[in-house]
């Protein structure tokens, strides 16, 4: 058994509970401690994270094809490390302008895949999805009773417009001179309002619930450590 | 305290003043100028004096100056004596008695009439009396043309006498061309107003009837006037008249403006000058009734802006440190019960169609094939993933998969890490770095890194996050684009990242190789590409809810089930707050509203 790593690990728990019981204690106020563990955190996460770039793309990626070939290795890097340098720029007010090149490769390259994506993945298999909720043959073939389908089809497309006229803020004059949305598109999006409600409280459930489990995983490791306390002593 | 409004510039001034601050013009019309003694004389000078004004020219006002010694006592009307320094054709009216008063009754008589009709180069002040003239006006006219031989040769200037289509008498005794053989253009006009019925010598002033002049003065003026109310009518009568009246007056000399210190000016303050109005035609825009609202609105934004809006006092509540405290009480003790003694027995016995198909994607894994897992999620998610992975992920151990760990986020490969090591001190594998599971690292670029990785995952991460090549091995030789993966298991809780990688692997895999474990947050946002009729992902384990799923079907005591007892209580007493709160609140209104209606009665 290694006394250090034992040691290590039995210190690292003290650590982990003594902050564990820090962050609880904001129960009763906001104070330093609590400050303390916060500034803790993100001090570490920025670390680690600086740390993974380091490992994970600028040695592999700038300095290590140097190491390997100097004549081929600046050659490859050459560009994209002129590049990177230029975004250095925009740190300066007066010359940030010579890093607007290379924000806009980042930014149109994004963009394109971004898009490309959206469009590909999600707008036209959703569309797709809406329209194929009526395909009696699908639900045959899937099992599902026509009737139960359609109303199924017919509820998701229902749902779907009055979601859509709800983000329809388009406006007209009305002789009274207020301004007031469609006729025909008010009742609808008033419609939307109480699916939109539904789904925010369904999104709302989950992120209490994955709380729930934080908050459980924390007390079950504070248990656990008392408990191998009280058998250590 | 009154003031007196300029009829030029519509400008405020003083009562008693006599110009205006602002334009400098005539206040008071001459017309309205009170008679002094020196009024009634005929001279230039006297009018000066009675009103000096600085911006006289040096030679009118010597002329002034030379007047007031010399016509002391004068009282003969339209007699002005020769000055050294008038023009000839000024001094040449001297020599005849009345001439001069007639010759600037005409000049006024000419300038009023033709402030009547249209300026221009051709004045036609007589035109307008032969218009409204009645009767003979052609023929008095040209009658009086006719009479022109007639007329006193030594009294007409140069440039009346150069009119076209007169023959003047011999002028060669002029001494002075004053005007150098140019025709003045007011001087032209129609032959035919001359006959305007002024023929009759004796009772209109014989330099307007142009025959027979006679030396008598137009002292019957209160006759002439008569006359002309007979034969002329409108306003050339009262032009006249007034031409009258100001031969038995002085001249009067502009005292202000930029005429100051000529003579002869017709006033045009408030007779000629008529005020007036804007055509109310054009004072209305032509815009429509929609534009006028539109306009309107913007009128009401841009006064709203400036206003200060009144904020209303928000009502502030404590922050009842005790109620947090108290909820804080319940939950702890609830989970603590949980943990200790697990009093609801029994697992989830509920069948998620998502887990069943999660299951079925297993299938198709064989020992040491490859698969994918992508953790993408942040550490404080760590206990809820953990749950929602451990069933799956462990059912890959059990089949002696190989992993392949990778992930968009720098901490998430840390947390790759260690979820494997739980899984296999839970699980109680002896799964090890290197040889059964490796881990990529961290993938750079977000959706175009992904998009890169899909396409050709060896040149995008050649090494491992230990520097290894492993795209050598048994395992990862036959890898060349992301469909040759066995299977693909994401791992996230946010919803943008979820959606990223299902739109980037949408083409590039069949959906059956795919299965995504998610966060019961974000299963909303998943679900429509699950759940439609061609789904995009093969299979959706979702919260802990799913992992307790998972693990039962499997046969597995996991992190899921082994946190299912306390997160049951935990829910359940988060519902009973949540009722209670919600009946505590209800009975406060209620009596809260009940005691200001009986305040109110």
């Known amino acids: 058994m290694n006394l250090s790593a034992d040691w290590l690990n039995f210190t690292m728990m003290l650590v982990s509970a003594m902050l564990t019981l820090i962050i609880f204690s904001y129960i009763f106020g906001d104070h330093f401690l609590f400050h303390l563990a916060v500034a803790l955190f993100i001090g570490v ?16 990626a700038l300095i290590q094809p140097i190491i390997q070939d100097p ?17 250095f720029f925009k740190l300066s007010q007066r010359w940030s302008f010579m890093g607007n090149p290379s924000l806009a490769i980042m930014a149109g390259v994004g963009a394109a895949t971004v898009v490309g994506g959206a469009i590909k993945g999600t707008l036209f298999p959703q569309i797709g999805a809406s329209i194929t909720q009526f395909d009696l043959q699908a639900m045959k073939a899937a099992s599902v009773n026509p009737i139960v389908g359609l109303i199924e089809g017919g509820v998701i497309l229902f749902g779907t417009i009055t979601t859509l006229a709800y983000f329809h803020f388009g406006a007209h004059l009305t002789s009274e001179g207020k301004l007031q949305r469609t006729s025909w598109i008010e009742p609808l999006s008033w419609i939307g309002k109480f699916f939109i409600a539904v789904a925010l409280g369904w999104i709302f459930s989950g992120i209490l619930r994955a709380g729930y489990i934080a908050f459980l995983e924390r007390v079950r490791f504070m248990i656990d450590l008392i408990l191998d306390l009280l058998r250590v002593i | 305290m009154e003031t007196r409004f300029c009829p030029f510039c519509g400008q405020p001034n003083q009562p008693d003043a006599q110009e205006c601050e602002f334009c400098h013009a005539r206040l008071i019309p001459l017309g309205e100028i009170e008679k002094g003694p020196e009024s009634e004389t005929s001279s230039v000078v006297p009018s000066i004096e009675q009103e000096p004004q600085p911006e006289i020219p040096e030679w009118l006002r010597d002329l002034r100056d030379l007047k007031l010694d010399e016509t002391e006592g004068e009282i003969d009307e339209g007699i002005i004596e020769p000055v050294e320094d008038l023009p000839e054709w000024l001094k040449s009216r001297d020599d005849q008695k009345g001439s001069i008063s007639l010759e600037s009754s005409e000049t006024l008589l000419s300038d009023s009439l033709k402030n009547e009709s249209i300026i221009g180069t051709e ?50 005794d002029k001494e002075e061309d004053f005007f150098g053989g140019v025709v003045p253009p007011f001087v032209d006009f129609d032959e035919s107003l001359l006959d305007i019925g002024l023929s009759d010598s004796s009772i209109v002033p014989e330099e307007i009837a142009g025959e027979g002049v006679s030396t008598s003065t137009p002292s019957s003026t209160q006759e002439t006037g008569e006359v002309l109310e007979k034969e002329i009518p409108g306003g050339l009568e009262d032009l006249l008249a007034k031409s009258m009246h100001l031969e038995t007056e002085e001249k009067r000399i502009e005292v202000a403006g930029p005429l100051a210190g000529l003579s002869d000016i017709l006033p045009v303050e408030p007779l000629i000058a008529e005020e007036k109005k804007g055509f109310d035609i054009f004072s209305n825009l032509l815009i429509t009734e929609k534009q006028r609202q539109h306009a309107e609105l913007f009128e009401q934004l841009i006064a709203e802006e400036g ?10 509540e404590g922050s009842s440190p005790g109620l947090r405290i108290f909820i804080f009480v319940i939950i702890l003790a609830a989970s603590i019960f949980g943990v200790l003694f697990n009093p609801l027995p029994g697992k989830p016995s509920e069948i998620s169609v998502g887990v069943f198909d999660a299951m079925q994607a297993l299938t198709k894994v064989s020992a040491h094939s490859p698969v994918l897992l992508i953790v993408d999620y942040e550490a404080g998610d760590f206990a809820e993933m953990q749950t929602v992975g451990f069933g799956l992920i462990d059912q890959l151990m059990v089949k002696g998969a190989y992993l392949v760990l990778l992930s968009t986020n720098p901490l998430g490969a840390l947390q790759g890490d ?7 001190l839970r699980g109680n594998h002896d799964y090890e770095e290197q040889t059964d599971w490796v881990n990529l690292g961290y993938l750079p670029g977000s959706s175009a890194g992904i998009q890169q ?12 996050s230990h520097n290894q090549n492993i795209w050598a091995t048994k395992e990862m030789k036959n890898i060349q684009k992301i469909g040759d993966f066995a299977l693909v298991v994401v791992m996230t809780e946010n919803a943008s990242q979820a959606r990223t990688w299902i739109e980037q692997l949408n083409g590039n895999i069949t959906p059956n190789q795919v299965v995504f474990l998610v966060s019961s947050q974000i299963e909303p946002v998943v679900e429509p590409y699950y759940a439609s009729i061609s789904p995009q992902i093969g299979g959706l384990v979702a919260g802990i809810n799913g992992g307790a799923i998972y693990e039962t079907q499997a046969g ?12 049951g209580l935990i829910v359940s007493s988060s519902v009973f707050l949540i009722l209670f709160g919600i009946l505590v609140n209800t009975i406060g209104k209620f009596r809260q509203s009940s005691s200001k209606k009986a305040e109110g009665k």
């Open chain 2, 556 to 567: 597995r005591n996991g992190m899921a089930l082994l946190y299912w007892d306390a997160y």
């Open chain 2, 418 to 424: 260690r979820l494997i090591r739980q899984i296999n």
């Open chain 1, 45 to 60: 996460s920025a670390a680690i994270g600086c740390l993974t770039i380091y490992h994970s793309v600028l040695y592999p």
């Open chain 2, 453 to 464: 990785f899909i396409q050709s995952p060896r040149i995008t991460l050649p090494l491992t």
């Open chain 2, 307 to 316: 206003k200060t809006k009144p904020i209303k006092s928000a009502v502030t």
């Open chain 1, 71 to 87: 004549i081929r290795g600046w050659i490859t890097i050459a560009i994209p490390l002129l590049l990177s340098c230029l975004l």
């Open chain 2, 123 to 172: 004045a036609m002040p007589i035109e307008s009396a032969a218009i409204t003239s009645d009767g003979h006006t052609e023929n008095s006219i040209s009658s009086s043309s006719s009479n022109e031989d007639s007329l006193p040769d030594a009294d007409f200037p140069d440039w009346l006498k150069a009119m076209p289509g007169k023959e003047w008498e011999d002028d060669s």
